[in-house]
């Protein structure tokens, strides 16, 4: 079993509306989670970063923890055709190696106007 | 605030070749360093990070190494390039300690023919 589940989609709304992304892991060690957006032929751009279950928001994106289930989400609402890009979840334990962050594979969101 | 540099943004080697891909960092001291490969289907693999001058690890065997000769700048080398050291390259910087997100210049896409 991989450490970090990501379905890669792609997933294509229309504008306005809600988008759910998600991440599974196995690890139990993992404290703290991270969502990256990346659009075509760019870097990663950090978006949110929690270290504590439940919800936290910024603007139209919400990150949602549930340790119990280890399970993140990040929502988008009233999503904008500028949101079509692809979205990395990341996550790592407390402690332990500098270079430990480990990334799902990314879900490609495409937006239609 | 802090900003992250890496140049070239394409580069296209021939087999054998010798590589030098350079990230510096802008508007910080005493950051970690990561080299990370994004190969399409793949994800993010780390190469190498560094918590400090002239401080390098390795995650994974290969034809690739690091440097970094000063505080903000860290170099990625081969002396002899092969074809399966195509892909895109990103460097990433994040405060020391172990909670800190990590983020990510806009990469290198390095071709070799």
């Known amino acids: 079993q991989k450490e970090v589940e990501q379905d890669p989609g792609p997933l294509s709304v229309p504008e306005g509306a809600i988008v759910s992304l998600n991440c599974t892991y196995s690890?139990?060690?993992?404290?703290?989670f991270m969502w990256y957006r990346q659009y075509s032929r760019k870097g990663p751009e950090l978006l949110m970063y929690?270290?504590?279950?439940g919800n936290k928001e910024d603007g139209r994106f919400t990150a949602q923890v549930d340790k119990s289930s280890k399970y993140i989400s990040l929502f988008i609402r009233d999503s904008q055709p500028s949101d079509s890009a692809t979205y990395l979840c990341?996550?790592?334990?407390?402690?332990?190696?500098?270079?430990?962050?480990?990334f799902g594979k990314g879900t490609k969101l495409s937006v239609k106007p | 605030s802090q900003t992250i540099h890496q140049w070239p943004a394409t580069l296209v080697q021939p087999v054998g070749s010798p590589l030098s891909l350079e990230c510096t960092v802008e508007?910080?001291?005493?950051?970690?360093l990561y080299w990370y490969r994004q190969a399409a289907g793949r994800g993010l693999q780390l190469l190498f990070y560094?918590?400090?001058?002239?401080?390098i690890s390795s995650e994974v065997p290969q034809n690739l190494s690091a440097s970094r000769p000063q505080d903000r700048q860290f170099i990625l080398s081969s002396k002899k390039l092969l074809l399966s050291d195509s892909g895109f390259y990103l460097c990433a910087w994040s405060v020391s300690g172990s909670r800190q997100p990590q983020h990510f210049g806009d990469g290198t896409r390095l071709s070799i023919l």
């Open positions: 690890n139990s060690a993992f404290q703290y």
């Open positions: 508007g910080t001291s005493n950051p970690n």
């Open positions: 990341a996550m790592r334990d407390y402690g332990g190696s500098q270079g430990n962050l480990i």
């Open positions: 929690t270290y504590s279950s």
């Open positions: 560094s918590v400090g001058i002239g401080q």
